[in-house]
């Protein structure tokens, strides 16, 4: 038997395999004077941290802002945020965030309370984003449980770092969204954040800041 023979041969059993098995996961049809099941919707599939542009559990993004970073020793970056659903009726905010000339280690990243990003010290954004009648934008006192705490951002040796995370505590809209009044900012800190509370003007959450950016529509 040639070989041409044979891989057609092989082929259509595959083929009549395939066709037995889709037919036997198929569904039966109603009998009759039965109505046809309702069809569900399948769940909403897990976010991808790959996917950099808004595609998450809720497809494309409801709203995007945009942070350009700069610092101390010529670090610069820049942030992107997307809101975007988190099944259901929730809602969630991915950060893709990139710098550059950065000190290589572990730093502190946060939503800061204002959108003011004067140097050296970058004092002028205030303290951790946390509105609400209940909110406490101490660095340290309230650490991590500020609704603008985020992961900390790992640098190499050429002093680039990125990551890509989702956070369920900010919104962009509404009376505690990101775009409240006097606005809000993305921070970069000198030290890693162990994610511990401290006594305030400790600095546990991050020491001083080196690189700021407003959060802009």
């Known amino acids: 038997m040639g070989r041409a023979h044979f891989t057609a041969v092989a082929a259509a059993g595959a083929f009549g395999l395939a066709t037995a098995i889709i037919a036997a996961q198929a569904p039966a049809p109603p009998a009759a004077g039965q109505k046809p099941p309702a069809v569900q919707n399948p769940p909403p599939p897990p976010a991808d941290p790959s996917l950099a542009q808004g595609q998450g559990r809720g497809g494309s993004p409801m709203q995007a802002a945009r942070a350009a970073i700069k610092g101390e020793n010529g670090l610069t970056g820049t942030a992107t945020l997307y809101e975007i659903a988190n099944g259901g009726n929730g809602r969630m905010v991915q950060v893709v965030l990139s710098i550059e000339n950065a000190p290589p280690g572990m730093h502190g990243v946060h939503i800061h309370a ?53 956070s369920t505590r900010i919104t962009m809209g509404g009376p505690t969204g990101l775009f409240d009044t006097d606005g809000s900012a993305i921070v970069i800190h000198q030290n890693l954040d162990p994610m511990v509370p401290g006594p305030s003007g400790s600095g546990v959450s991050g020491g001083q800041a080196i690189a700021c950016g407003i959060i802009e529509r």
Request: contains cysteine; hydrophobic residues 25%; negative net charge.
């Open 114 to 166: 204002t959108g003011r990003c004067e140097g050296p010290d970058f004092k002028s954004a205030g303290g951790h984003f946390d509105p609400g009648p209940a909110g406490n934008s101490d660095p340290d006192v309230n650490h991590p449980y500020h609704m603008g705490d985020l992961p900390n951002i790992t640098v190499n040796a050429q002093g680039t770092g990125q990551y890509n995370i989702f």
